[in-house]
């Protein structure tokens, strides 16, 4: 591994099921981030961890959850999915809170139908 | 609120061109700026960045970028695009205290496009 691991590629999921979409790091970034990516919009951040055991909602929160157990993970789970959901979800990790250097996963494309 | 507007949806240039790539900001005091550029398929790598200092920051792979204050700017340059360099493109600002537990976030314009023709 090197860098940001990202867990499924691509995903086709039906509506009102739950997923967990996966991020590994083994820099030992302390923070992690999730952003999510669609056309005309960019990038907007949907939470955040500063480091292990923290968390925080970003722009566009709601409907999904994530969890920060230790360093290297970081997880994001959609408890209930709807099409809205459909795009394409970055991980991303710095070393610390401050400093703005993100390195990001390769992204998990989902389709909730 | 902080925001940063990328007006050029699409660009094409010819191999060889100069490539200027436009960004604008809003944010009251001197803002963090960076560009980033993300491959087909790939993720989001960090171009460059300002923080303060000279107005005209160099980065990776041949591009720089120009601070203007008075026009709220952080274009992106090039002096001649390679075939390589059609991607997307992204431009960021860090925001204030906008997010919960008062940290400071990346915030992402909606990218530019760029081709380039042979």
């Known amino acids: 591994i090197a860098g940001i691991t990202q867990a499924p590629t691509s995903q086709i999921l039906a509506a009102g099921r739950r997923m967990t979409l996966r991020c590994t790091q083994d820099?030992?970034?302390?923070?992690m981030y999730w952003y999510r990516q669609d056309l005309g919009l960019g990038l907007r951040l949907i939470h955040y961890?500063?480091?292990?055991?923290?968390?925080g909602k970003g722009e566009v929160p709601d409907g999904y959850s994530v969890s920060r157990a230790n360093t290297d993970d970081f997880p994001l789970t959609l408890a209930s999915a709807v099409p809205s959901q459909t795009s394409v979800y970055f991980c991303?990790?710095?070393?610390?809170?401050?400093?703005?250097?993100?390195?990001f996963g390769s992204g998990t494309r989902l389709t909730v139908v | 609120a902080q925001s940063v507007t990328q007006p050029d949806i699409h660009i094409t240039v010819s191999e060889g061109a100069s490539l200027e790539l436009r960004c604008n900001y809003s944010?009251?005091?001197?803002?963090?700026l960076f560009w980033y550029v993300q491959s087909p398929g790939q993720g989001l790598q960090l171009l460059l960045k300002y923080f303060s200092g000279d107005t005209l920051v160099q980065g990776i792979k041949g591009f720089e970028a120009e601070f203007k204050r008075s026009q709220s700017s952080f274009n992106l340059r090039k002096p001649s695009v390679h075939w390589s360099d059609a991607a997307e493109y992204f431009c960021a600002v860090v925001a204030g205290t906008m997010f919960s537990g008062g940290y400071n976030k990346l915030i992402f314009g909606a990218g530019t496009r760029l081709a380039v023709h042979p």
């Open positions: 961890s500063n480091t292990a055991g923290t968390t």
């Open positions: 991303a990790s710095s070393e610390s809170q401050g400093d703005y250097g993100y390195t």
């Open positions: 944010y009251g005091a001197t803002p963090y």
């Open positions: 820099m030992r970034h302390n923070a």
